[in-house]
């Protein structure tokens, strides 16, 4: 089992900026992914962006240029650092860790609130 906690939302203005932190624990497999989600009110779940354990990455259209995602494998982190944030950011965002095993297993946080003000 792996515990996954958000951290790192708040309110912001527009063109400001957030570093949300995801910390994991637990039986880690080395094979894995983390990624961050998010859900605004009334809409679908989706993926912002998903760093894989040997460091590649992969951004959703709408944030490239202005998001950037790391990890510290040492530590079990992932970042989502958030630059010229816009309105359209708001949503809860949500850490994910993907463990490729015999079988793919998905473990969820709580999700942090990020609110962005025009």
């Known amino acids: 089992q792996v515990q996954v906690v958000e951290s790192g939302g708040g309110l912001v203005q527009a063109g400001g900026s957030l570093r949300l932190s995801c910390a994991a624990s637990g039986s880690i497999f080395s094979s894995n992914a983390m990624g961050w989600y998010r859900q605004a009110p009334g809409k679908q779940r989706e993926l912002v962006a998903v760093?894989?354990?040997?460091?590649?990455?992969n951004y959703a259209d709408s944030v490239k240029g202005r998001f950037t995602i790391s990890r510290d494998n040492a530590k079990n982190m992932v970042y989502l650092q958030m630059n010229s944030l816009k309105p359209e950011d708001t949503a809860v965002y949500y850490c994910n860790v993907r463990q490729f095993t015999v079988y793919t297993y998905n473990y969820w946080g709580q999700g942090t609130q990020v609110t962005v003000s025009s």
């Open positions: 760093i894989f354990s040997g460091g590649s990455t």
